[in-house]
């Protein structure tokens, strides 16, 4: 199986880097939205630093990550994070995460969702509806993502609230799978279950 795995806010806590090492204390979001060339130079000034300023979320996904390669899956870092490659390189080593390769999408000209994988694993949950299988990292910034089951959200139509916008291709006839996990032990499990 081939997995796209991403990197800020999957991987790396760039959002507890951002509180950490600048004085704002309001929702990031927000910030985002308002200033958004002030949050991105944060997000620079976060990603020139040294790589130990930029915490894991999960300590222990490195070995989830190591056991899904080990299990035969290709796992690429796709991302579009503003980190040069040589700090998301060191930062990896440093956190023993293995991985195939580094892929930016913008690089190829495209979006994420445009790449072939079979199953991404993201906190972005804008890229349910156009990939076939979303493992949607839990975070706070995501929880409009809503859905009946503990883990498995079966279709993004049902998982979106009503009062939000669906995306353009909700007519689709395969609904796709959008997957809430904690970590990505959760995934090698599902992946497993699936693929055993």
Known sequence: MKIALDFDGVLADLIGAIRQH????GDLNEWQKDDPDEFFDAVRSVYSGEIDNVSVV??????FVNDLQNDGH????VTNTLASDEFVEQWLDSQHISYNDIVRAKDHGCDKKDLSYDCYIDDKPMM???????????????QHVRGDGEYIYHSYEKSWLESEELPENQYQTEAPHVIRVENIGHVRNDINRVTD
Request: no cysteine.
């Open 128 to 142: 349910a509806g156009d990939v076939s299988v979303l493992y949607l990292m839990d975070q706070p910034w995501n």
């Open 58 to 63: 999960n300590e222990f996904d490195y070995m």
């Open 74 to 77: 290709t796992v690429d870092i």
């Open 22 to 25: 600048t004085d704002y204390d």
